[in-house]
């Protein structure tokens, strides 16, 4: 006769393994990018500024085109 251990999760399909979620995580496809709060500061400055800078140059360019 076969005995149920306690405490023991059930079985699901959609679960994946251990030995598969641990291969993910060492062979990751990407790596994520890890720099200062200074840093990520500038970089949000410099996306805001192009972002401005080109409406600036779009809108110039459709007063210049007559729009």
Known sequence: MLRIKKNKPPVS???????????????RTYVPIKIGVIAGYIL???????T???GILVGALLRIAGY
Request: aromatic share 8%; hydrophobic share 50%; net charge positive.
């Open 13 to 27: 399909s959609e679960v994946r393994s251990f030995r598969a979620v641990r291969r993910l995580n060492l062979n």
């Open 52 to 54: 401005s800078m080109f």
């Open 44 to 50: 949000l400055a410099m996306l805001s500024a192009s």
